[in-house]
């Protein structure tokens, strides 16, 4: 018996589990499927986003819709857009050999017509942003009277939006005896608030500790002059040159000239904030999935519920003002149990904040310098020869390959003299001092030759495989 097994899941989903890959439950899936399984309770779950909690609630959701009611039984609201089509496409993954399951997205942006259409097609699961669906509500064009079961997805982050009032409104058209399941990374007084007015001795688990930040991200502070921002960020940039991240600033306009500034630079960037159309956050979001930009700059408004996996480091250009705010960045990475770095840029006058998110973060920030130019070199240069290394050739190119040898031969044997020559004993020879600059500026030679190598092999092979 699997692990996902033993927590009561039925054939159909451990099936779609098996499909999506998934070895082990994680710790909020193992605490919170056989609690929601097994009876019908409210719940508060206190987890980082990342932690694989969409399926702790989707798991059990799916197994309880009766797949032959085609009315809405099920409402998860959730604080944006694109989260809403995540956790719609989750779901829709999860019951994929349940048949009969309909899921519906409902956000704003889109056309409120066709998606009143698919709800009247009969969608057992709404998942929605709270706006719109108060939105709907008012028109008559959804019924969510008597549904079993209401999920509040990032409850503090909905909060943090502003969305109160629409969640109270959303919530008191319920019925009282559904059940409610609320998932929010931190809890502050507005949540608890929501839960004491609209639950019922509700259980609790928490994964890690209350407002910590996540145990798979580390955090650094690096500390420069204010008029030394940007060239610190375009420094981290050469020094991780597999950078995936997302940079957060705090204003938009910051945000537009810092992307502007990496993309003239040469760094592969793109802005995300609330002045772009929803085309253009939508294409931006498809190229940082897809990985074709490795520097998301982005408002914190914008990148809510960017829950991009892999991103390997959260920069913060500027620290934002509520130290809560510093947590839902962070938590951009570290994410399905993978590590993470989460970067400060701060300057002399801003330190004190940082031991203040120590506190509620209950971590330690790692004080870094900057690299030098040298370093940074020397980093570029062995990713560059280890990307080579890593090339994999295609067998097409096979006929190049001698001469391609050749000209890796000739740099061996360059290397090697290079190499013969910084081994000799210059205290053997007579004149000392020469021998030292002659190795001196060979050795510079070696590497400026070697870096030339590199590059040109590099695009020889890129060039070849492409056009082949
Ligand atoms: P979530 O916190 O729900 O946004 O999940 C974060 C990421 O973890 C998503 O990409 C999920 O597909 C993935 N995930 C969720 N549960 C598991 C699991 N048990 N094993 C491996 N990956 C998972």
Redesign the pocket.
């Known amino acids: 018996m699997n692990k996902?097994e033993q927590l009561g899941l039925n054939e159909s989903l451990l099936k779609a589990?098996l499909d999506?890959?998934?070895?082990?439950?994680?710790e909020?899936?193992e605490k919170a499927i056989p609690l929601l399984l097994e009876k019908d309770t409210d719940m508060v779950a206190l987890?980082?986003?990342?932690?694989?909690?969409?399926?702790?609630f989707?798991f059990p959701l799916i197994q309880k819709i009766d797949a032959d009611n085609r009315n809405t039984q099920a409402l998860v609201l959730s604080p944006t857009r694109e989260?809403c089509l995540?956790?719609t496409n989750?779901l829709k993954n999860y019951s994929k050999y349940e048949k009969g399951i309909n899921v519906v997205a409902v956000y704003g942006g889109a056309s409120i017509t066709e998606q009143a259409r698919e709800i009247k097609r009969g969608a057992q699961i709404i998942v929605a942003t709270p706006g719109r669906m108060q939105d709907m509500i008012n028109r008559g064009l959804v019924n969510i009277k008597n549904i079993d079961y209401c999920v509040l997805d990032e409850a503090d982050e909905m909060l943090n939006m502003g969305f109160y009032e629409d969640i109270v409104s959303i919530l008191s058209d319920t019925p009282e005896e559904k059940s409610t399941w609320l998932f929010s990374a931190t809890m502050p007084a507005e949540v608890a608030r929501i839960a004491k007015q609209f639950m019922a001795e509700p259980l609790e688990i928490t994964v890690g500790t209350k407002n910590s930040g996540s145990a798979t991200v580390s955090h650094e502070f690096y500390l420069v002059n204010a008029r030394d921002r940007y060239e610190a960020l375009k420094r981290l940039a050469d020094a991780n040159p597999d950078i995936f991240s997302v940079v957060f600033c705090r204003t938009k306009r910051d945000t537009q000239a810092v992307a502007e500034k990496l993309i003239e630079d040469g760094y592969s960037a793109a802005a995300l904030h609330g002045d772009l159309s929803q085309a253009q956050r939508d294409g931006v979001m498809k190229s940082f999935r897809g990985r074709q930009i490795q520097m998301l700059v982005a408002t914190d408004v914008a990148a809510r519920g960017i829950?991009v996996?892999n991103v390997t480091h959260v920069v913060n250009y500027q620290l934002p003002d509520e130290v809560e705010t510093y947590n839902h960045r962070s938590g951009r990475t570290g994410?399905?149990?993978k590590l993470g770095t989460s970067i400060v840029i701060v300057t002399k006058s801003e330190l004190r904040k940082i031991s203040a998110i120590e506190r509620i973060i209950k971590q330690k920030f790692e004080e870094k310098t900057i690299p030098s130019g040298i370093e940074i070199c020397e980093i570029q240069l062995l990713h560059l020869a280890n990307k080579i290394k890593d090339t994999e050739v295609d067998h097409e190119i096979d006929n190049y390959l001698p001469a391609i040898g050749n000209i890796v031969r000739s740099l061996i044997t360059v290397a090697e003299i290079f190499e013969s020559c910084e081994n000799a004993k210059p205290w053997r020879r007579k004149k000392k001092k020469t021998a030292k600059y002659l190795i001196a500026y060979l050795s510079a030679l070696k590497v400026i030759k070697l870096f030339k190598i590199f590059c040109s092999l590099s695009i020889i092979i890129r060039k070849l495989t492409k056009i082949i």
């Open positions: 996902f589990i999506l890959g998934f070895e082990n439950p994680s909020v899936q987890a980082q986003t990342g932690t694989g909690k969409t399926a702790a989707g989260l995540q956790i989750e829950d996996d994410r399905a149990g």
